[in-house]
Every structure is written in structure tokens, then in C-alpha cells.
């Protein structure tokens, strides 16, 4: 029989709950830039044409940006802006509790598992969501000029490929759970 001596030096606990306590933080960040800097990018013509545009595929293509265009990309950004925000209140709720101790919990395997969902969904919806961009962009256009660009990148098949792993460490998670939750009620 295999026994399990758990030797990690004195205050490496505290450490890691300080460093949890610190990412919980850094996601509460992320949530409050995402969401700004998503209002800045779509309220700034020149940001539009030079950082939006290339991203869905129209480098080098005219675009038309109008208030109206801007309302409707804004719009058309609450849904992914939405879904990082999920995401990252589901990272700060696991920070939590790894700053308070809980570590295999069935609520941490939920929430890892939750943020392999969201970024399966990121990696499936961003080329519909960029196509659907840059139509907004050059939906002003005269006729002739108006453009649908398709893109798949690595990144959105990275994204599935890594949301497919947390899932599945989400799944092996909560069976720990099990298991610390079974062996606890034995002692």
C-alpha cells in the first residue's frame, strides 16, 4: 500500500492564499478593462479602422463608420464581452476560494468546468461574431463595397481545445471532491 506523506514546507499555504487573493483581484481588472475598453475602442473612429478592421478581416478594404455603425458594434459586442465577464467572475469565485482554503470542492470542479464551456463557446462563436462585425462595418458602404469576411484562426481552435481541457479537469475535479468528501467522513 502506497501511503501519501504530504512534506511542502512551512507557509506555502499562506502563499498561495496570498497569491489567490492577488488573481482574484487581477480578474476583478480584467472585468473592469474589458468592459471599458471595449466602450473605447467602439466610441473611437480611428481605433475602429486601425485596431477593429484587420482583426475582422478587412485590412486594407473601405469602411464606413457612422454613429449608427458604432451603436451596432457596440451592441453586437455585449454578447463576447458578456461571456469574458462570466468567465472571469468564475476564475475570481475559484480564486476565492483557494484564498479561503477550499481547494477540491464540488464548487471549484463546477466553475473550472464552467470556464472550459465559455471558452468551447469563444472559440465556436468569434468567427460568426467577427463576420457579423465586419458586415456592421461596411454595411454603410456604397453598393459593390459591402464585405463578409469569414476567418477562422488557430486561436478559436486553441480556445475549444483548451475549454475541451478544463472541462475534462473540471470532470476529474469533482471526482476528487468525491473522494476528499468520502474519506473525510471516515475519520
Do not use: C
Not at 475559484?94 to 473550472?112: H, K, N, S, W
Amino acid at each position: 500500500m502506497t501511503h501519501i506523506v504530504d512534506r511542502r514546507p512551512a507557509g506555502v499555504d499562506a502563499r498561495h492564499s496570498r497569491l489567490a487573493a492577488w488573481m482574484s483581484g487581477i480578474t476583478l481588472a480584467g472585468i473592469v478593462a474589458a468592459v471599458a475598453g471595449t466602450f473605447w475602442v467602439w466610441t473611437d473612429k480611428q481605433l475602429i479602422a486601425s485596431l477593429l478592421a484587420p482583426h475582422f478581416g478587412l485590412a486594407g478594404h473601405p469602411i464606413t463608420i457612422t454613429p449608427m455603425v458604432q451603436l451596432s458594434g457596440l451592441a453586437l459586442s455585449a454578447p463576447p464581452v458578456a461571456l469574458l465577464v462570466y468567465l472571469l467572475l468564475q476564475a475570481r469565485a475559484v480564486f476565492e476560494g483557494f484564498a479561503t482554503g477550499q481547494r477540491f470542492t464540488d464548487l471549484v470542479a463546477i466553475r473550472v468546468a464552467r470556464i472550459g464551456w465559455i471558452l468551447i463557446a469563444k472559440g465556436v462563436l468569434m468567427p460568426l461574431w467577427r463576420a457579423a462585425a465586419g458586415v456592421i462595418l461596411t454595411l454603410a458602404n456604397p453598393s459593390g463595397q459591402k464585405i463578409l469576411a469569414i476567418t477562422i484562426g488557430l486561436d478559436d481552435v486553441l480556445w475549444g481545445i483548451v475549454g475541451a481541457l478544463l472541462v475534462a479537469i473540471g470532470w476529474t475535479l469533482r471526482e476528487g471532491a468525491r473522494i476528499a468528501e468520502e474519506n473525510a467522513s471516515f475519520i
